[in-house]
C-alpha cells in the first residue's frame, strides 16, 4: 500500500519526523511525498493529479494526503531556468524571509511593496500579479480545483483526506460565500467526510491550540512551521480520522 502525500514545506521533507511519515507508519504503507516548499495550491493539486496517474499503473492501493497551503500564493514557470524536476519549469515566489516581517501570517502580505522582495528576475510578474489578485477569484478556482480532485479520486477508487496545512481559508470577511458564485462549491467540499473543513481547522491551528509552538517562531511569527511533536500528534490525528471514514 502506498501513501501520498503533497503539500508545502508544512509536510514536506524535514530533519526531523513529519506527519505524513508518521501516518505512513501507523497505516503500514510506503511513502512518497512530493511535498516542495513555497509551493501554492494550483502546484499541489496540479502534481497530485499526474503522479497519481502515474502511481496507479504500477498500485493498486493507494492513500492520499492533500495539505493545502496559502491562498495568497502564486508561481512562475521560468523558461530561463533547468526544470524543477517533475515538476517542469514550475518555480515557486518566495519573498526573502530576511527582507521582510511574516509575524503576521502570509495572507496578510498582499501588500503593495512586497514584490521588491522576491527575485529581481521574477519582481515585475509579481507586481503584476499582485495589483491582480483577487481573493473571490482565486478562492472560487481552489474550490473548483478540490471538486474535481476529489471527484477523479473517487472515480478512482483512491482514499483520501484534504485539509488546510497553514493558515483556516479565508471566512465570510473577505468571501461572500452565500453568493451564486461560490455559495454550491463551498457547500460540497463541506460535505465530504473526506475533507477536514479547511474553514475551520489547519495543521498550524491544531498545533496552536495544543500549545506547540512553530520551530521558527523568530522568523514567522505563529504562522511558523510545527514542530516535531506536533507533527507526530497531527499525524495520529490524521491516522484517527483515516480510520473514522474507511
Known sequence: MILYSNSCSFGATANYTVYPEVVAENLNCDLVNAGISGSCNRRIIRTTLRDLLELQKQHDDIIVLVGLTFISRTEIWRNDLAANGNDGHFYPIVPDHEKFNWTNGLIDTIVPNIYQHVDSEIGNYYKEWLIQYNREAVMTELCTDLIMLSGWLKSKNI???????????????YIGYNSPFICSLQQSIKIDPAVIDPWEFSFGTFALEHNLESVDKHKYGKHGHPGPEAHCLFGKYLTEIYKKIY
Request: hydrophobic fraction near 35%.
Open 159 to 173: 482514499k483520501y483526506i484534504i485539509f488546510s496545512n497553514v493558515d483556516k481559508l479565508e471566512g465570510n470577511e
